[in-house]
């Protein structure tokens, strides 16, 4: 292995693939295309937000000093329902306008009733208390023309893109999506839906790979699985180099005489760090195929989702400079007892009860490495720092999933 780092800790290892960067492009996408894409530039509202004073309200506008004394009346002068409608109305002394949510505030009103609390007689309208002026919404109250609403590196959440929308872009700019190959590796693995021989199982680690890739909002490009062969590796990394901005190989990392992913990337690869200190998921290396970031992740499945949550999401997130999207952690009280290691950084797969607002983690499912249904089953992991004690009772921290 010479001078390369060697069962490292995982802040090690984030810090070493940190300094591997890609140079991303940016591209203008409408805005029906870029949810969950990465905001490349800072994006202030074209407009007022909102453009006018409008009503908050279904009811009616008038002068809030004409209602002081209720119950009173006031005249029906016309009806407001949307922008563009009567917009020569002018409230008086005595006068009410009927409104709908949304619409313009009249000229001479300074507060609203909404309907509920009125009664109408022809072209009268009774209120039963005095009008409110905080039913009015103010122009550019949410966001004034010019204003950044959202900065880049945003992660373009549907409540984001809308956002996008309210302030007037009809597409923005964004990182464009990074092209991740992936690549499982393994003479036993076949497609789900063959039939299966003594000894052979289906391959699965693509499959949850591409979803994580898309979540990260960036474009998976599944390959054929590669047999235990030197030369078929080869083959298919080259491949991958010459059509992805990353690759993702799953198994062949660890000690054995066929984990040929690290044999091929420590004889003809530029390797940067192999083994990391994190349970599950210690085999994993990071370096570089023909100038292409490459990791290589474990072949058991929980341990290739760990380590790419771990590790491959943040270093994705770094080198798009994007703020999302991450996990959400919280604190929760052990049910269960669950099992640190000495060396490492440990997570265990768990179910999240919340009881009257407390939370509390359960071990109900057993912990192997090769166990899917274990993620698949639980809520969140428990992240267990190494060499320490965990009792039921103590609070832990927990990556929801």
Not at 121 to 143: A, C, W, Y
Not at 348 to 355: A, D, K, L, Q, T
Request: glycine residues 8%; negative net charge.
């Amino acid at each position: 292995m010479g001078d390369i780092p060697y069962f490292v800790n995982i802040d090690e290892a984030l810090e070493i693939c940190k300094k591997t960067v890609l140079q991303t492009t940016v591209e203008r996408v409408d805005l029906d295309n870029c949810h969950n894409r990465i905001l490349a530039v800072d994006l202030p509202s074209l407009v007022d937000d909102p453009p006018f004073d409008n009503s908050a309200m279904d009811g009616f506008a008038m002068r809030h000093e004409d209602t002081v004394n209720s119950p009173s009346k006031l005249k029906i002068i016309g009806t407001i329902q949307a922008a563009g409608q009567e917009d020569n109305l002018v409230v008086g002394e005595g006068q009410a306008v009927r409104i709908m949510t949304g619409a313009p505030l009249p000229e001479g009103a300074d507060s609203i009733l909404q309907i509920e609390l009125t009664s109408v007689d022809g072209d009268e309208v009774t209120l039963s208390q005095p009008s409110m002026k905080h039913f009015i919404r103010k122009r550019g109250e949410n966001l004034t023309k010019g204003q950044i609403a959202l900065n880049a590196g945003t992660y373009l959440t549907p409540s984001r893109v809308g956002l996008c929308a309210t302030m007037g872009h009809p597409s923005i700019p964004v990182v464009k999506k990074l092209k991740v190959a992936i690549i499982s590796t393994g003479d036993e693995l076949k497609q789900p839906g063959s039939k299966l021989n003594r000894g052979e199982i289906y391959e699965s680690n693509s499959f949850g790979l591409s979803g994580l890739v898309n979540w990260l909002g960036h474009e998976p490009i599944r390959l054929h699985c590669v047999g235990d062969t030197l030369d078929d590796l080869r083959e298919v990394l080259n491949e991958a180099s010459t059509k992805s901005d990353l690759i993702l190989t799953s198994g062949g990392v660890s000690m054995g005489d066929w984990d040929l992913v690290r044999k091929i990337m420590e004889e003809e690869g530029d390797l940067h760090f192999w083994r990391v200190k994190l349970r599950p998921g210690s085999p994993p290396l990071f370096g570089l195929w023909n100038n292409t970031p490459i990791f290589g992740l474990p072949g058991n499945p929980v341990s290739s989702h760990v380590v790419f949550r771990m590790l491959v999401a943040p270093w994705i997130r770094n080198v798009t400079k994007a703020n999302g999207p991450i996990e959400s952690r919280a604190y929760a009280t052990l049910a269960t007892n669950v099992k640190s290691t000495k060396d490492c950084l440990t997570l265990r797969r768990v179910s999240i009860i919340n009881e009257k607002g407390k939370l509390s983690a359960h071990q109900n499912i057993h912990q192997g490495s090769g166990n899917l249904a274990s993620v698949a089953m639980s809520e969140g992991m428990v992240i267990l720092q190494p060499g320490k004690d965990y009792s039921i009772g103590d609070t832990v921290e927990v990556m929801f999933l």
